[in-house]
């Protein structure tokens, strides 16, 4: 089963940026679309952007113009470069594959927007 370990997340005041990461554990990660979502306190898990294999990518209307999502197919790992954050981008952030079935989740890591 393919282990998944977000970092990168923090406290950051409005206007602010961040870049996460998430290395996957295994050989199959290069094969697969990815994704970050997100789950804010309350609320169900989004999609918030994906990656496909060959570098094709697709984003929320909510965070268009501000994330960006990457991907390192050597190094396993996918990233997401948050640009002017806002308040309503407090959330913990979670990468998993963009199509069922999912792997695990990890544990995530947490974005907090506040002055």
């Known amino acids: 089963q393919v282990q998944l370990v977000e970092s990168g997340g923090g406290l950051v005041q409005p206007g602010g940026s961040l870049r996460l990461s998430c290395v996957a554990s295994g050989n199959i990660f290069g094969i697969y679309a990815m994704a970050w979502y997100r789950q804010a306190p309350g609320k169900r898990r989004e999609l918030v952007a994906s990656i496909t294999s060959g570098g094709s990518t697709n984003y929320a209307d909510s965070v268009k113009g501000r994330f960006t999502i990457s991907r390192d197919n050597a190094k396993n790992t996918v990233y997401l470069q948050i640009n002017s954050l806002k308040p309503e981008d407090t959330a913990a952030y979670y990468c998993?594959?963009?199509?069922?079935?999912?792997?695990?989740w990890g544990q995530g890591t947490q974005v907090t927007v506040s002055s």
């Open positions: 998993n594959k963009r199509d069922s079935p999912g792997w695990y």
